[in-house]
């Protein structure tokens, strides 16, 4: 025999069967959106072999929406869909080279500020396999850009 208990549905109810959730004010909330762990390969470094050999880097973003409707509407168009902030940092990574992971962060920073609707950004470009003598796990860079005005 079926039977239902209280809360067993997707929303909770009060004693006169309202959806309690109605109740509570819907206003646009502040969204940040972060992504990890981005994994490419690409043609940056100081040494002409890194620049020409190429290497695994690891990308982390955080976006700063603010305030967005998407908290309400359930719409992807009120929010920024991350799988599109993800091909357009993997194509301005592997659009050309950099010497230092520093301006690659910075020229990632400026597109996503540029084509994005976003208060601030936060930019990580990790080598797991830094070219470098001595062991290291990993070295990494990271830039923090607010959005102007």
Do not use: N
């Amino acid at each position: 025999m079926d039977s239902e208990e209280p809360g067993d549905d997707a929303g909770d109810v009060d004693d006169d069967g309202r959806d309690l959730d109605d109740d509570r004010e819907e206003t646009a909330e502040a969204v940040t959106v972060e992504i990890t762990g981005l994994s490419l390969y690409t043609h940056h470094g100081v040494t002409e072999a890194e620049r020409e050999v190429g290497q695994r880097l690891v990308l982390d973003l955080r976006l700063d929406i603010g305030e967005t409707d998407a908290t309400i509407t359930d719409s992807i168009d009120d929010t920024v869909d991350y799988a599109e902030v993800c091909q357009l940092v993997a194509l301005v990574a592997q659009q050309r080279s950099h010497r230092t992971l520093e301006r690659l962060c910075s020229t990632i920073a400026d597109r996503l500020l540029a084509d994005y609707e976003l208060e601030g950004v936060w930019v990580k470009a990790t080598k797991p396999e830094p070219p470098i003598a001595l062991a290291v796990d990993e070295v990494s860079v990271e830039v923090w850009r607010e959005a102007e005005g």
